[in-house]
């Protein structure tokens, strides 16, 4: 496996994304990095979270949405995007490993590892459409 540098911009934004639950876009993490360095660019930001990425200290979310999200926790656990406010929330559920061996069984690959996303209506999205349908 290559090794890359351990660059100030880096450290800057494994920082960022570790100080946050959101899962957030490139954008938002640009935006954070750039009060701890003013001169950052944006190519750098989506560079360094793809060097991230790829050393395993980050997980990019691929969520149907034009923009990635991502993670800094990169152990196996499984996510809920909601397709009303395109949030991204973690799912307090423990990991189906049993999953890769049915799918090596069935298929005959050898699977290294497993991604699950659910998708729907969040818990506040769906109050707030709650609170609107009660308004008309």
Known sequence: ????????QKQCLLRVLRG???????????EQVRQEIPSISLGT?????ELLSREGQVQRLDTRHPESRYDAN????????????ERVYDV????????????????GHK???????????CKDCLSTQGKDR???
Request: net charge positive; glycine share 4%.
């Open 92 to 107: 307090p559920l423990p990991p189906h490993r049993e999953l890769e061996a049915e799918a090596e069984q069935i298929s």
């Open 111 to 121: 699977v290294g590892e497993h991604v699950l996303m659910f998708y729907g209506t």
């Open 1 to 8: 496996m290559k090794r890359y540098r351990n660059t100030k």
């Open 20 to 30: 946050t639950t959101t899962h957030p876009p490139a954008i938002w993490v640009y």
């Open 45 to 49: 930001v989506y560079r360094n979270l």
């Open 74 to 85: 990169v152990k196996l656990h499984y996510h809920f995007v909601c397709l009303t406010c």
């Open 134 to 136: 009660t308004a008309q």
